[in-house]
């Protein structure tokens, strides 16, 4: 299995960008997928998930702000990162694990990633 996390780079506060995640998942809608992120010395932490049911949750630091979204079609998951500030870079990581999971903790999912560095600058 394969995560291929990709769309990163700089941004300017109040810019926009879109992350994509391609995975080589045969039953991909079965899949719950998530977007975790990880800031310079500090942990990696739960950012937006999209569920196998097709349910979306959110970390209240990106609500309103960020929204996930996937095309079964294309094996592809996406995060469009709108208004976005400074703390919000970080290496982004896709994740995904089949079937549902509530999705909010690192230890649920079974696949992870390699990131994409967001920047943010003011």
């Known amino acids: 299995v394969q995560l291929q996390a990709s769309g990163g780079g700089l941004v300017q506060v109040g810019g926009s960008v879109r992350l994509s995640c391609l995975a080589s998942?045969?039953?991909?809608?079965?899949?719950?997928m998530g977007w975790f992120r990880q800031a310079p010395g500090k942990e990696r932490e739960f950012v937006a998930i999209?569920?196998?049911?097709?349910?979306?949750y959110y970390a209240d630091s990106v609500k309103g702000r960020f929204t996930i979204s996937r095309d079964n079609a294309k094996n592809t998951v996406y995060l469009q990162m709108n208004s976005p500030k400074p703390e919000d870079t970080a290496v982004y990581y896709c994740?995904?694990?089949?079937?549902?999971?509530?999705?909010?903790?690192?230890?649920?999912?079974?696949?992870w990633g390699q990131g994409t560095l967001v920047t943010v600058s003011s």
């Open positions: 994740a995904a694990v089949p079937g549902y999971r509530v999705g909010h903790r690192r230890d649920e999912y079974d696949y």
């Open positions: 998942l045969r039953t991909f809608r079965s899949y719950t």
């Open positions: 999209s569920r196998s049911d097709g349910s979306t």
